[in-house]
């Protein structure tokens, strides 16, 4: 299984989150573009780590929304969300490059994320960039969404994934933010639901039914509180229980 977290969204003297130690723990990096957080030197470092520890890297692409953290919804005209993924992913390209790394897949984020996940006139915007960039990048996407199956048709590769720290909702989808109980925080009980996921392919919901989610990777938002612990938790839980971690992609186990 694939552990990703969401890194490099530190800005200037904003601190945002710990990717130095989440490093060591995921088998892939989400990495801002610069458009909803991140700073060139900020994201460069993030390369940088990642490349010394063999992780994988991804182009954490998002909606021109700094102020809001790109989670904030956004009708973007289509040819201009297609440049802008574009230029997102040229960006990160050339700082991977020097940071002697590669960019292998695409995750949008936040409200872009989201969006896609159901409305197909953005999502054939997304799905044209990495076309016009590099279809063999991978395109990671929300578990059981409409995109998932459309990205595929266009050709993409498509991981699929699931949230650790994410409460869903009877249909299998992420309950809103703003609603009570949607960030879960407790490192033990994300752990061992993420095991169950992995053992029986189910999530609990916020009701108390079990969803069934097809995922090839799991992510930890870097900004969430105690990101860190989580992931530590999930990780060494999986270990000892006999589930090996590697990028999606991979050969090998970490």
Same mark, same amino acid.
């Given at each position: &299984?694939d552990l990703n977290s969401d890194l490099g969204e530190s800005f200037g003297a904003w601190a945002m989150g710990d990717d130095a130690t989440m490093l060591e723990i995921v088998t892939s990096a989400n990495v801002a573009c610069g458009?909803?957080?991140?700073?060139?030197?900020?994201? =460069?470092?993030? =390369?940088? #780590?990642?490349?010394?520890?063999?992780?994988?890297?991804?182009?954490?692409?998002?909606?021109?929304?700094?102020?809001?953290?790109?989670?904030?919804? &956004?009708?973007?005209?289509? #040819?201009?969300?297609?440049?802008?993924?574009?230029?997102?992913?040229?960006?990160?390209?050339?700082?991977?490059?020097?940071?002697?790394? !590669?960019?292998?897949? *695409? !995750?949008?984020?936040?409200?872009?994320?989201?969006?896609?996940?159901?409305? &197909?006139?953005?999502?054939?915007?997304?799905?044209?960039?990495?076309?016009?960039?590099?279809?063999? =990048?991978?395109? &990671?996407?929300?578990?059981?969404?409409?995109?998932?199956?459309?990205?595929?048709?266009?050709?993409?590769?498509?991981?699929?994934?699931?949230?650790?720290?994410?409460?869903?909702?009877?249909?299998?989808?992420?309950?809103?933010? !703003?609603?009570?109980?949607?960030?879960?925080?407790?490192?033990?009980?994300?752990?061992?639901?993420?095991?169950?996921?992995?053992?029986?392919?189910?999530?609990?919901?916020?009701?108390?039914?079990?969803?069934?989610?097809?995922?090839?990777?799991?992510?930890?938002?870097?900004?969430?509180?105690?990101? *860190?612990?989580?992931?530590?938790?999930?990780?060494?839980?999986?270990?000892?229980?006999?589930?090996?971690? #590697?990028?999606?992609?991979?050969?090998?186990?970490?």
């Amino acid at each position: &299984m694939d552990l990703n977290s969401d890194l490099g969204e530190s800005f200037g003297a904003w601190a945002m989150g710990d990717d130095a130690t989440m490093l060591e723990i995921v088998t892939s990096a989400n990495v801002a573009c610069g458009f909803h957080a991140g700073d060139p030197n900020g994201i =460069l470092t993030t =390369l940088r #780590a990642a490349a010394e520890r063999g992780v994988q890297v991804g182009a954490h692409v998002g909606y021109r929304d700094l102020a809001g953290f790109g989670r904030r919804n &956004m009708d973007v005209a289509s #040819a201009d969300l297609t440049a802008e993924v574009i230029y997102q992913i040229g960006a990160l390209q050339g700082l991977a490059r020097a940071a002697g790394t !590669k960019v292998s897949y *695409v !995750k949008p984020h936040g409200a872009l994320y989201n969006t896609i996940a159901h409305d &197909m006139r953005q999502a054939e915007a997304v799905i044209a960039a990495l076309g016009a960039v590099d279809p063999s =990048l991978t395109l &990671m996407v929300l578990a059981g969404s409409p995109l998932e199956q459309r990205a595929r048709q266009a050709g993409l590769s498509v991981v699929a994934e699931a949230f650790a720290d994410r409460a869903y909702d009877d249909g299998g989808q992420l309950v809103s933010r !703003k609603l009570p109980g949607a960030v879960l925080h407790d490192a033990d009980v994300v752990a061992q639901r993420m095991l169950r996921f992995v053992r029986e392919g189910v999530i609990r919901s916020i009701n108390g039914r079990d969803v069934r989610v097809d995922a090839q990777s799991i992510c930890v938002h870097g900004d969430s509180p105690g990101a *860190v612990e989580m992931a530590r938790q999930i990780r060494a839980l999986f270990l000892r229980e006999g589930v090996s971690l #590697a990028a999606f992609g991979a050969g090998g186990a970490a």
